[in-house]
C-alpha cells in the first residue's frame, strides 16, 4: 500500500520560512516525478514545484526564488523549502508522485501552512 506523509507544515509570519518533507513507502520513488501542490480556501489546486525523476525541476511563477524543491531517493522523501513566506501562501500543501509507465499517480493527506501578516 503506497502512503505519502507530509510534515513540517504550521503557522509562520510574513518572512518566514518553513520546510515540509514528504516520506514515501509502499513505492520506490526514484522513478516518480515528486511534486507540492498546494489548495487555498475558495481556488483550485495549483502545482507549487515540481521535480522529475532525473532531478529536473519545475516552479509556480508565484514561488520561483522563493521556494526550492529537492528529493532524497535513498530515503523516498521529497522536500520544500519555502523562503520569505507571504500570507498568499497559505494553504493546504499537498505532495504528489506520478509517473507515466505504468501511468500512477499518488497523493498525501496534506499539511497546512498559515502566514500571518
Known amino acids: 500500500q503506497v502512503q505519502l506523509v507530509e510534515s513540517g507544515g504550521g503557522l509562520v509570519q510574513a518572512g518566514g520560512s518553513l520546510r515540509l518533507s514528504c516520506a514515501a513507502s509502499?513505492?520506490?520513488?526514484?522513478?516518480?516525478?515528486m511534486a507540492w501542490y498546494r489548495q487555498a480556501p475558495g481556488k483550485q489546486r495549483e502545482l507549487v514545484a515540481q521535480i522529475g525523476s532525473g532531478g529536473g525541476t519545475n516552479y509556480g511563477n508565484s514561488v520561483k526564488e522563493r521556494f526550492t524543491i529537492s528529493r532524497d531517493n535513498a530515503k523516498n522523501t521529497a522536500y520544500l523549502q519555502m523562503n520569505s513566506l507571504k500570507p498568499e501562501d497559505t494553504a493546504v500543501y499537498y505532495c504528489?508522485?506520478?509517473?507515466?509507465?505504468?501511468?500512477?499517480?499518488?497523493w498525501g493527506q496534506g499539511t497546512q501552512v498559515t502566514v500571518s501578516s
Open positions: 504528489n508522485v506520478q509517473r507515466a509507465f505504468p501511468r500512477s499517480t499518488y
Open positions: 509502499g513505492i520506490m520513488t526514484s522513478t516518480y516525478a
